[in-house]
């Protein structure tokens, strides 16, 4: 069991919501940090109720598995910031905090008091965090926006799929995921800055400025040459062959021959050594040039086993990966015995079974248990800050908190 986090001690507000925010904070969370979940009074994030497998809990409040997935190690603390009670409150905890993070509308920030304007004042090293669609400072900061919008925007839809067919999204939230990710990097270099000048700042991250950012070499190629990056069949490398699907006998394998010593692998694997002298392959441009020819070729080689088989055999030796489905992909051993699928302590009752954090530290994969239900913290943390009992009573009454 890991019992040093490297962010234990820091203590971070957010208010946030359903993927790209709550899934960055939980980066912080799972490293240690004290991160605590503003939700709406009485309705909570949305992510509770998203979904048909929703969660029981003691108390009755909404829980999902959906929300637990973007929510484990938080706490949950419920505060209407737009209510003057709800921001006297919000600025005692900043008093005692270490960043404030939201992913609200890029317009809202400033209205709700969670800029470093408002806040700095209050205490001048707060770190202020802001994950929005397309930023706070152009004139789109009002839009409201979705990771299908900014890879449909950026260009990921045309660069996905097959040469001839429609345009297609990838098959996950991956934008939201990497602006969680990428907030969660830039608040802490913030962080560290603040604890070395004692000045904190505004941190801007957009899903529509990390979508971008991610167009890499295709994007400069364009940039520089006009050179417009297209699809390649087989969910094809655009210029590196064979670095595609390839069918077996009972389905199909990846297979990724990006340098030399790979092609000769693969070459020596299926015994086609002549393939290194034969000129429609014996460069990476010829290859690429006759790609079509090479995949009917290893089709034909491929399709005379199972995927098993061919893992086995090229194991280690070439870059190859199974294409599952989801359940095979979970059920997968290697998952399990990696630590990747871990179980957490859920208040319902039901262990919950999770996706682990990728980070080990010491070799240890980090602690995991299911965010707290809707508001259960909001007692403790306010009688921390000095409320009494019958101060809190009342705030919930006027539905501050």
């Not at 820091?10 to 709550?22: C, I, K, M, N, T």
């Not at 965090?129 to 397309?134: F, G």
């Not at 040469?163 to 962080?191: K, Q």
């Not at 089709?299 to 995927?307: A, I, N, R, S």
Request: charged share 20%.
């Amino acid at each position: 069991m890991m019992t040093r986090l490297p962010l234990k001690g820091v203590r971070v507000l957010s208010a946030e919501q359903y993927g790209a925010g709550p899934f960055g904070s939980m980066m912080l969370a799972d490293l240690g940090a004290e991160v605590i979940k503003i939700e709406t009074p009485g309705s909570g994030d949305i992510a509770r109720r998203t979904g048909a497998l929703l969660l029981d809990t003691p108390d009755g409040t909404p829980d999902s598995q959906f929300f637990q997935s973007f929510n484990r190690n938080k706490k949950s603390l419920t505060l209407n910031l737009k209510t003057p009670e709800g921001q006297a409150i919000l600025h005692r905890l900043v008093a005692t905090s270490d960043v404030v993070m939201n992913n609200l509308r890029g317009d809202l920030p400033a209205r709700l008091g969670l800029d470093h304007a408002s806040l700095g004042p209050t205490k001048r090293s707060i770190v202020c965090a802001h994950l929005s669609a397309y930023g706070r400072d152009n004139e789109r900061a009002a839009w409201p926006g979705y990771d299908y919008l900014m890879q449909a925007e950026a260009g990921y839809l045309h660069l996905t799929g097959e040469p001839d067919g429609p345009p297609v999204r990838m098959g996950l939230s991956i934008v939201d995921y990497m602006t969680g990710i990428t907030t969660a990097a830039a608040l802490l270099a913030a962080l560290f800055d603040a604890a070395r000048s004692g000045d904190g700042c505004d941190v801007d991250v957009s899903l529509f400025d990390v979508a971008l950012a991610q167009l890499t070499y295709p994007g400069v190629w364009y940039l520089n040459a006009g050179h417009a990056t297209q699809r390649a069949p087989r969910s094809g490398h655009p210029y590196t062959a064979p670095c595609q699907l390839v069918k077996t006998a009972d389905g199909w394998v990846f297979v990724m021959c990006m340098t030399p010593g790979f092609w000769a692998a693969l070459c020596a694997g299926l015994g086609r050594d002549e393939w290194l002298n034969d000129e429609r392959f014996a460069t990476p441009a010829a290859r690429n040039e006759h790609r079509d020819t090479l995949s009917e070729l290893l089709d034909g080689l491929f399709t005379e086993h199972d995927t098993a088989w061919w893992m086995d055999h090229f194991a280690g030796s070439l870059p190859i990966a199974p294409v599952l489905d989801l359940a095979d992909a979970l059920d997968n051993p290697y998952v399990h015995a990696t630590g990747m699928v871990g179980t957490a302590d859920h208040a319902g009752g039901e262990p919950l079974q999770l996706i682990a954090s990728p980070v080990k530290l010491d070799g240890a994969r980090l602690p995991m248990r299911a965010c707290a239900t809707l508001g259960a913290d909001t007692h403790a943390l306010l009688s921390d800050v000095g409320y009494s009992r019958e101060e809190i009573a009342r705030l919930r009454t006027e539905g501050a908190v």
